[in-house]
């Protein structure tokens, strides 16, 4: 599974802390010949805009087929499969990091699961920590399944592929 560490598509968005209500959590099952993560660094604000807008017709995609892969999950996945959710994070330094959370359930116009990445660039959030999100920040969304293959996770794959500018002349975004 491709997680974008510290790019993404993440300049406007602002997620909100898991509510107060319960939820159930799920199991989270990455089969073990999974696609690794593969992390990428955009340390310019130059490299940082490229990424973004190189990666704008993916999220467009992910975000076109998310409603069916919602509908899909809540008619139930098959045993040790995962519904994973691709958003931003920011910090009150105005960091910003993709990640993605584990779905645990959804509510009308809202995901709920846990962040399932490692936290590398942003403060304030941990790994495992109970998130929810509206479904309009979502920036992309994956099945993990159980044979190691995924299904989904189109900004992820392009991710892999993607090589920001080597050279920018503006500051350094961190």
Same mark, same amino acid.
């Given at each position: 599974?491709?997680?974008?560490?510290?790019?993404?598509?993440?300049?406007?968005?602002?997620?909100?802390?898991?509510?107060?209500?319960?939820?159930?959590?799920?199991?989270?099952?990455?089969?073990? /010949?999974?696609?690794?993560?593969?992390?990428?660094?955009?340390?310019?604000?130059?490299?940082?805009?490229?990424?973004?807008?190189?990666?704008?017709?993916?999220?467009?995609?992910?975000?076109?087929?998310?409603?069916?892969?919602? +509908?899909?999950?809540?008619?139930?996945?098959?045993?040790?499969?995962?519904?994973?959710?691709?958003?931003?994070?920011?910090?009150?330094?105005?960091?910003?990091?993709?990640?993605?959370?584990?779905? $645990? &359930?959804?509510?009308?116009?809202?995901?709920?699961?846990?962040?399932? &990445?490692?936290?590398?660039?942003? &403060?304030?959030? +941990?790994?495992?920590?109970?998130?929810?999100?509206? $479904?309009?920040?979502?920036?992309?969304?994956?099945?993990?399944?159980?044979?190691?293959?995924?299904?989904? /996770?189109?900004?992820?794959?392009?991710? $892999?592929?993607?090589?920001?500018?080597?050279?920018?002349?503006? &500051?350094?975004?961190?």
């Amino acid at each position: 599974m491709s997680v974008v560490r510290s790019i993404g598509w993440c300049a406007s968005l602002a997620l909100a802390v898991a509510a107060g209500r319960p939820q159930a959590q799920q199991p989270v099952y990455v089969a073990p /010949n999974a696609p690794p993560d593969r992390g990428m660094d955009a340390t310019t604000d130059c490299q940082w805009r490229a990424a973004v807008k190189a990666m704008a017709p993916f999220v467009a995609q992910a975000r076109a087929t998310f409603p069916e892969a919602r +509908r899909r999950y809540v008619a139930g996945l098959g045993p040790r499969s995962t519904f994973f959710v691709a958003t931003c994070l920011h910090d009150d330094r105005g960091r910003t990091e993709q990640v993605f959370v584990a779905v $645990d &359930s959804v509510g009308e116009g809202s995901v709920m699961g846990r962040i399932w &990445s490692q936290i590398e660039v942003v &403060s304030g959030y +941990r790994l495992r920590q109970p998130y929810t999100l509206p $479904d309009s920040e979502v920036v992309d969304w994956m099945f993990s399944k159980p044979d190691g293959s995924e299904e989904g /996770n189109v900004v992820g794959k392009f991710l $892999d592929t993607y090589k920001p500018p080597a050279i920018c002349t503006d &500051s350094l975004r961190r």
